[in-house]
């Protein structure tokens, strides 16, 4: 049972003893390499139209639920490459093996990345979905159980970390890596002595880095201490990137790995929100909210939680509602000539509760809630206008719930993901919330993921 654990403590949001020594290390190596590389440049030329002599590029990754993007920018913010990658759905005893699917689209996107462009990366950083945990063997990396995705929900946790956790602190949730963790700890056969806890972005990192144990502060928020790897700071150098990649694909040789973060922090980073009161909707798959607030505010009733993001808190959750709903019932075609049909000015009068699967997360954390779509009307427009207008109100509920709860108040609605280029839906939402919404420059979370490398990068040349 846990108690072989000991009740670790609860993990801490500060970097471990010892890190800033090994970050000095790492960007000492990096400023005589990266010397010696723009005097190289300088000599050399670069033919490439809009990257200038001397000019380095920083690759984001985002991590998805159906897919990955990357997006590689320089130090202005100027995208100059960008690409997709839906994922291969390998399949191992009729369940879809995604340690397979994930790490072949890592290395396809990498391929993708123009040949020339790769010789001027200089640092990468990688979001995945929140609490997708995975459970490795130390010393080999290998996975000792398949991984538990981002939505999945393990209630036969929660007593034992209820029993030991802050009440309504965000691990009371069936879906917190913590749970996930417990889960496994008492129903695996595998060798516990030797496991190792890894988020989604955590492991796919590691590919690229090789050093086996390290995460950061956002991916951790979720979980306990000892199996966990050392927590650092989203965009916080961890190491070169491992030789026989480097090789293979052509990048350079001071090229830096840095720690990443989930796929809604990446997404809220994109956007560029940085006052209080500005908050974030990214309507992928799911639905997920940040708003930016001088509050913290955790209630594990309501599936809220709140991320460092430096002196302030992103705070929100992630609902299960959302794109996947729309996938099952309409093809892309359908939603673009459908959603052309809606007058987003008129109150559609259908209730309903969208949901791909039994189980909610935010704003109420029932494991139990059924999806509710009907009644169906005839009309195809009514019956998206009632799904799109009723994901609006689950979305008001929530920011509602946040400022009740104590939060700063939302003022202003910037929107990324897929769900952002429906126009009807913004105008929709905008009613529906009251507040001023609008789709964000940047809307994929690749750019906020490029936006930590950057970071990265700069902390190695100050």
Not at 37 to 49: I, K, L, P
Not at 52 to 80: K, N
Not at 94 to 120: A, C, G, M, N, Y
Request: with cysteine; proline share 5%.
């Amino acid at each position: 049972m846990l108690s072989s654990i000991n009740h670790p403590l609860l993990c801490p949001s500060l970097p471990k003893h010892g890190y800033c020594s090994s970050r000095t290390r790492i960007c000492n190596i990096v400023r005589k390499k990266r010397a010696r590389t723009m005097a190289f440049a300088s000599n050399e030329g670069n033919s490439e139209v809009g990257v200038q002599v001397g000019e380095q590029l920083y690759l984001g990754l985002d991590f998805g639920t159906s897919g990955a993007r990357f997006a590689l920018i320089d130090r202005g913010g100027t995208i100059h490459a960008q690409g997709k990658r839906e994922y291969p759905l390998y399949k191992r005893k009729e369940t879809v093996d995604w340690v397979h699917s994930w790490k072949q689209t890592l290395f396809l996107l990498l391929e993708d990345i123009p040949f020339h462009l790769r010789q001027i990366i200089a640092s990468i950083s990688i979001d995945g979905t929140s609490a997708t945990t995975m459970i490795l063997d130390s010393t080999t990396g290998e996975p000792l159980w398949r991984p538990f995705l981002y939505n999945e929900s393990c209630p036969d946790a929660l007593p034992i970390v209820k029993s030991i956790a802050p009440e309504n602190h965000t691990v009371c949730s069936g879906s917190s890596t913590l749970c996930k963790l417990v889960s496994w700890w008492n129903t695996a056969d595998s060798n516990k002595e030797s496991a190792a806890l890894l988020h989604q972005a955590d492991w796919l990192l590691w590919l690229l880095h090789g050093n086996l144990g390290v995460t950061d502060y956002n991916n951790a928020l979720k979980s306990y201490s000892q199996l966990l790897p050392s927590v650092k700071a989203p965009g916080t150098p961890i190491g070169v990137l491992k030789e026989d990649i480097r090789t293979q694909y052509g990048f350079a040789k001071d090229c830096v790995v840095c720690t990443g973060t989930t796929d809604s922090i990446a997404a809220f980073l994109a956007a560029r929100a940085t006052k209080p009161g500005k908050a974030v909707t990214s309507l992928g798959s799911t639905l997920a909210i940040k708003l930016l607030s001088t509050s913290r505010v955790d209630d594990a009733r309501y599936g809220v939680y709140s991320h460092r993001l430096d002196d302030k808190w992103l705070v929100g959750g992630a609902s299960n509602t959302g794109g996947a709903v729309l996938r099952q019932l309409f093809t892309d075609e359908q939603l673009e000539n459908l959603s052309e049909q809606i007058n987003p000015m008129k109150t559609s009068p259908l209730d309903y509760y969208p949901l791909p699967t039994v189980g909610e997360r935010f704003p109420m954390a029932d494991p139990k809630m059924a999806p509710r779509l009907h009644p169906r009307p005839e009309s195809d427009v009514e019956y998206l206008h009632g799904i799109l207008e009723s994901i609006a109100r689950i979305e008001a509920k929530a920011y509602s719930l946040l400022k009740d709860l104590g939060a700063t108040q939302v003022e202003e609605v910037f929107t990324a993901g897929g769900g952002a280029k429906n126009e009807k839906w913004t105008k929709i939402r905008e009613r529906v919330l009251g507040l001023p919404v609008s789709r964000a420059i940047q809307t994929e979370a690749a750019y906020g993921a490029a936006l930590l490398a950057l970071k990265g990068a700069q902390q190695c040349v100050q």
